[in-house]
């Protein structure tokens, strides 16, 4: 996996079954044909943590509009997901970073074609307690000291001159997590270059938890999850040579934020769509998505975007165009673009 930090923006384990609502439209989405028909079966959504608070509100949503369809959405992690995914367990998976190549082939040996769709964009975030007064900010250099791997870093005044003699405790996603992939690249310079003694888990609230209980604690996950737990946890300013940046969606639009900055993902299974529910389901995601991914706290994507991610739908334009990409100055509708 390479790095997004370049992108120009401007252009589970535990299930949840979220309730069913009223009909919806003929069309797939809301705002469909003037006719009415009712949707009926099961959608299931599996993968990132990150994506998580994104697919469970738009399977809300859906389901508002459409009786007799259940959308289960579980969060087992980006890495977990493409691992049911390729075996054909479930219709859509969530992922904080693009599929990788032994995913890919996984799936072609599987017989699955997939539709690969941006989402939303991500500022991934470095927190620490409330309580601490002296990390305002790292480079990320600093960072790759604490993370790298064998790094024996476990107290504060060990990471910069002046910062106090505090133990320090980490917590992170884990190895099946693509935020933990996206780090590693990021920050370590290299897939799965991490130290490994810290406390890890696919769940973000129990990071949150854990650093919020904590005063010499640091640890990362998506944005969308600070957000939620402002008062908890307090992020950390990341220099990344051009002074130091906090996360914020302006931030993360304007490509300041970086390389912490990322896209995310959906990945259809082209024959789940041959379902109703799916495809209607799919359709009402790219119909809804701006609205619904600011209300959860992450970036929208560009509305051409959308509308490009909409055309690939109809098209059934497979295979991933992310995959390998350094996208350095690109524009993420411009990779949408890209024929296979």
Known sequence: MRIWQGIVLACGVGVALIGCGGPKKEGGAAGGGARKQTLEGA??????????????????????????????????????????????????????RPIEPSEDETCKKNGIEYIELPIAFDGLTVVVNPKNDWAESLTVAELKKIWEPGSKINNWSQVRAGFPNKPLKLYGPGTDSGTFDYFCEAINGGKGKSRSDYTASEDDNVLVQGVAGDEGALG????AYYEENKGKIRAVKIDGGEGPVEPSAETVRSGRYKPL????????????????????????????AEKLVSQVGYVPLPAQAYEIAKKIVAEKRTGSRFMGETAKGLKIEDILAKEK
Not at 220 to 223: A, E, R, S
Not at 263 to 275: A, C, G, I, R
């Open 220 to 223: 990362y996950f998506g944005i």
């Open 43 to 96: 959608v299931s959504v599996d993968g990132s943590s990150t994506v998580f608070p994104i697919s469970q509100a738009l399977a809300e949503e859906f389901m508002n509009e459409n009786q007799g369809v259940n959308v289960t959405v579980a969060e087992s992690g980006t890495g977990g997901g493409f691992k049911k995914f390729g075996r054909g367990e479930i219709d859509i998976s969530g992922a904080s």
């Open 261 to 288: 900055s990322r896209p995310l993902f959906q990945y259809v299974n082209v024959k789940s769509l041959e379902k109703p529910q799916v495809k209607a389901y799919v359709d009402f995601c790219l119909a809804n």
